[in-house]
């Protein structure tokens, strides 16, 4: 067994280049709708499926498929891998609860813009906007059990103060809508910097692009 691995928990770092730019993304969600991926279902797919599953996934290296059963935040276990398709290099992680798994994360350069996510996705619900030092952006849909977001680390001055259809998202997340308030309480929605109560402090129904003042007073302190 593997030592367990700190999660990112979906910081969001994306990032080196400041330019915005558009490619095709690694990560393939055409084969079962989300929040499914690749025939793994959050709340259905259970952690010895999985693990018979990812060996077979196209750009994942086999060698970094890791699996712990230590305890974390309240959730049983642990798989991650690394998803190379030669140009990026993309974190996966996944918590099991009860031998299935709750909670998925992407964490990468995706090549996915926000409007490209929302395209496959569906219109987002809910934004949760955290402020430490940087803003950490998670747009979501708890009731279908996805989230995709950025962080403006290493970003322009403007992903600061507006939010934009062509900007990139640093991560995915998918997961099972009946673990969501296990998820928050983790904080797994925040970067790791607040529970559950303080996330949803921050937390606000999504108006679409455009000033975050504007669109999300009480955004920054």
């Not at 010895?48 to 974390?72: A, C, H, N, R, V």
Request: proline letters at 7%; charged letters at 20%.
């Amino acid at each position: 067994m593997k030592p367990i691995k700190v999660l990112c928990m979906l910081t969001f770092m994306a990032a080196g280049c400041q330019a915005i730019f558009h490619r095709t993304s690694s990560l393939d969600f055409s084969v079962c709708p989300p929040p499914c991926w690749q025939n793994i279902t959050p709340g259905l797919t259970s952690e010895e499926k999985m693990l018979e599953i990812l060996p077979t996934i196209k750009y994942i290296e086999p060698d970094s498929i890791y699996f712990t059963d230590l305890p974390w935040q309240g959730f049983d276990s642990q798989v991650g891998c690394a998803i190379d398709d030669g140009r990026d290099i993309i974190s996966f992680q996944a918590l099991f609860l009860d031998d299935r798994v709750a909670w998925m994360a992407f964490d990468g350069e995706t090549g996915m813009t926000i409007d490209q996510a929302i395209q496959i996705f569906g219109e987002p619900e809910f934004i949760t906007i955290v402020h430490f030092n940087d803003l950490f952006v998670y747009i979501s849909n708890p009731d279908k059990g996805i989230a995709f977001g950025y962080s403006t680390i290493g970003k322009p001055d403007t992903w600061l103060l507006e939010i934009q259809p062509e900007m990139e998202i640093g991560g995915v997340i998918l997961f099972d809508p009946n673990a969501y308030q296990q998820i928050l309480e983790a904080g797994l929605m925040s970067s790791g910097v607040y529970d559950a109560e303080q996330t949803l402090q921050v937390t606000y129904p999504w108006k679409g692009f455009g000033d975050i003042n504007t669109l999300y007073p009480g955004a920054f302190p």
